[in-house]
């Protein structure tokens, strides 16, 4: 197929040629007609066009006196601006008038209404300075209940907590000296009855009895089980002198506390007692006790707080008052002083515009009446009647023009049209001798090849788009079949040595959690008191680390972004640049298998080592060969010299056909291939030799640079080169 697909295209590229030159013929033949025709019109359009050429001498006239009468047109267009303007100042004149008998008779309704207003008003500033000072009296009788009840009692209340606290330190202090004491009398009973025990034990044969003066001791005194020393009576002696002394201290602090206490009570009473007694509110405090007087005082607090909200709304109220009669005051002032003197030189400037203009309009009507001769309404239109003259004049001459220049721009077409008819009428019957000749050689080639007829061939002819799509299918599935693989050998692997879950004591288990979490929700129920404390900490934390969290976000994503492009994101490392280098190198990898496994007799396969990425960056094209005889990959390094040959070829016109393909402006119109067929034997040297040539039938230039004598019968056009003592002399062989 490949040997004769050459021919084949171009026998069909060539009956597309002869089928387009037919139609391009057709269509001169057509154009012919029509030049042929289009030169009688451009004709004929000539005379019509000279016939009006009298037209133009009258229009000629006229645009001559339009241009003499245009001063006149400019004066009279002046005149009437000028009447139209002492129009619209009558016009004004008259609103102006107007308003101003509006704004006097305005000025009077006002100033009434202000001298009205003044009067309602005037009683407010003396409302306002007693309403000021009731308001003053009643926020002094705020403070100092709010003093009483926000400072003064919360710190009684420390005081009577302390003073407990000190009563209790003193009953401690209390017991343990009692205790002490106990323990002191207690020791020394014992130790009155250890005394003879204790004597007895320094009594010696011969010595006198410090008690009885005896020298003989038959039956001395022995120690009781439970005996006490002089030095461990004394100690417990010290201990209570000790403890005495913290329990005095504790006595004189709880003491002094107590006094404190008393005192402080006392004061806080009177003061809650003067609050109440106050002229504003003026309670009975007799036979109250201190908790009667706490809640008479809480009560006078809510009361004073909603006097002083009144008293403050009134007073808004009376400044506001106070505000407006200062403003109607000025305002009145202003009315019956400057703005009437203003209004009364208002009104005599207008009388004397009324006057002027009644002159100027005289004037302006007699000047207009003398221009009322001229033709046209206005300049503008004078001047579009000139204009549209002008242009019918250029139109008629350039008509005239034109259609000279069209007659023979349509006579010369149509000897272009008969020119080109003639030339393409030779070059079909060039291109059908050729067509034979193609015709020929194809069905030569297809007996050569051992096609039975042009039908069979075309059942075996696939384009390349069709192998590619193929080619990548198998990949793909090879892909997806190793990645299952990979997936099944994981999931057995983490399914060995599991059991299935007793979904009854699972049930069970769940019946014990749900107790706890009843037993954890009472405790809950505590922690949310210290939640709530610690929330407000946690907000002032939360609003400080907003801005750095948002800022850890965006650097996640940008670092992130950056790692990824570097392609330090996994255990391999490939950048985003290197990553589409490998996508590029596939598709040349694809196009390379075509011709590789042609010239290797479906030996070799070249794959993209895409699964082992390592530490270092290249080797992301790293590229491996699957034998398939043997079944088995291996790099391409371990290829012998001529199969690397035949790789190396492979990459060269895979590359020509991604590039051709991708980048429909560029074509790889020639290949050099140096030396490299001295390391292959002659079976994969036919196979290569008989694809180059097969790539110089297409329309390429294949350049073979080699030393071996078989090839130069097998390639008909040669440059040899020979060398001798004068130099290199080379010749050239064609055919």
């Not at 000190?166 to 014992?190: D, G, M, T, Y």
């Not at 130790?191 to 044969?205: K, M, P, T, V, Y």
């Not at 799509?469 to 190793?482: H, M, N, P, S």
């Not at 997936?487 to 299935?500: C, Q, T």
């Amino acid at each position: 197929v490949y040997a004769v697909r050459p021919v084949y295209e171009s026998l069909e590229a060539k009956h597309r040629e002869i089928s387009a030159l037919k139609d391009k013929i057709e269509n001169l033949t057509s154009r012919l007609d029509e030049a042929e025709k289009s030169s009688k019109e451009k004709a004929r359009l000539l005379e019509a066009a000279k016939a009006r050429e009298p037209e133009s001498e009258r229009l000629r006239t006229l645009s001559e006196r339009i241009k003499q009468d245009g001063a006149k047109y400019l004066k009279r267009e002046e005149l009437r601006r000028e009447a139209e303007e002492l129009k619209k100042t009558a016009e004004e004149t008259a609103l102006r008038r107007k308003k101003l008998d509006e704004a006097e008779k305005a000025l009077s309704e006002r100033t009434a209404a202000l001298k009205a207003k003044i009067s309602a008003l005037s009683g407010a500033p003396a409302e306002l300075i007693k309403e000021g000072s009731a308001a003053d009296s009643a926020a002094r009788l705020k403070a100092d209940i709010d003093r009483v009840t926000d400072c003064d009692l919360p710190g009684l209340k420390v005081m009577m907590n302390n003073l407990t606290r000190l009563q209790e330190e003193f009953k401690a202090a209390q017991k343990l000296s009692e205790e002490a004491v106990r323990l002191r009398e207690h020791k020394e009973r014992i130790f009155e009855n250890c005394r003879a025990g204790i004597i007895a034990q320094s009594l010696a044969d011969g010595e006198k009895c410090p008690v009885c003066g005896s020298l003989d001791h038959p039956e001395p005194a022995v120690l009781p089980e439970e005996n006490v020393t002089e030095d461990e009576l004394k100690a417990l002696r010290e201990k209570e002198r000790a403890a005495e002394a913290v329990r005095q201290e504790a006595n004189d602090k709880a003491a002094a506390a107590h006094s404190e206490c008393r005192a402080e009570l006392k004061r806080i009473v009177q003061e809650m007692k003067r609050c109440l007694t106050n002229a504003l509110y003026g309670a009975d405090v007799d036979g109250l006790s201190n908790d009667g007087l706490v809640k008479a005082l809480y009560a006078e607090q809510s009361e004073i707080s909603a006097l002083i909200s009144k008293k403050q709304a009134l007073l808004k109220e009376l400044r506001a008052k106070s505000a407006e009669l200062e403003k109607s005051k000025y305002e009145l002032e202003a009315a019956e002083g400057e703005e009437a003197l203003k209004l009364k030189s208002a009104r005599e400037a207008l009388m004397q515009s009324v006057s002027e203009q009644d002159i100027r309009a005289a004037k302006n009507a007699e000047a207009l009446s003398a221009l009322s001769e001229l033709n046209y309404p206005d300049l503008s239109a004078a001047e579009k009647a000139r204009a549209d003259a002008e242009r019918i004049i250029s139109k008629i001459i350039g008509d005239i023009d034109s259609a000279q220049n069209q007659k023979a721009e349509a006579e010369k077409a149509a000897a272009q049209t008969a020119s080109a008819l003639k030339v393409n009428a030779e070059t079909l019957e060039k291109y059908a001798a050729d067509s034979e000749d193609l015709s020929k050689k194809f069905d030569n080639i297809l007996k050569e090849k051992g096609f039975k007829d042009a039908a069979e061939f075309c059942g075996y002819l696939v384009d390349e788009k069709k192998i590619s799509e193929i080619a990548e299918t198998l990949d793909a599935y090879r892909d997806k079949v190793g990645v299952n693989r990979g997936s099944l050998l994981a999931a057995e692997k983490d399914a060995a040595g599991k059991v299935r879950v007793d979904l009854k004591a699972e049930a069970e288990n769940l019946e014990m959690q749900k107790a706890l979490v009843d037993g954890l929700r009472s405790e809950t129920a505590l922690i949310k008191g210290r939640i709530a404390l610690n929330e407000r900490m946690r907000k002032n934390i939360s609003d400080l680390s907003g801005d750095i969290s948002k800022l850890r976000g965006e650097y996640t994503v940008a670092d992130r972004l950056y790692e990824l492009v570097r392609g330090t994101t996994g255990g391999g490392k490939i950048t985003l640049e290197q990553y589409i280098q490998a996508a590029g190198f596939d598709s040349i990898i694809s196009a390379a298998n075509r011709r590789l496994l042609m010239m290797s007799d479906g030996q070799f396969e070249l794959f993209r080592q895409s699964g082992r990425l390592g530490r270092q960056s290249s080797t992301f094209l790293d590229l491996e060969v699957a034998d398939n005889f043997t079944g088995r990959r291996r790099p391409v390094g371990n290829l012998s010299g001529g199969e690397s040959f035949l790789a190396s070829l492979s990459l060269a016109l895979g590359l020509s056909d991604v590039v051709s393909s991708n980048f429909g402006g560029i074509q790889m119109e020639a290949l050099f291939v140096d030396e490299g067929f001295g390391s292959l034997d002659s079976n994969l040297t036919e196979s290569a030799l008989e694809m180059l040539l097969s790539l110089s039938g297409t329309g390429k230039l294949v350049g073979i640079i080699s030393h071996r004598e078989e090839l130069k019968s097998s390639i008909d056009n040669q440059i040899r080169v020979e060398k001798n003592r004068g130099g290199s002399s080379l010749t050239v062989i064609t055919g």
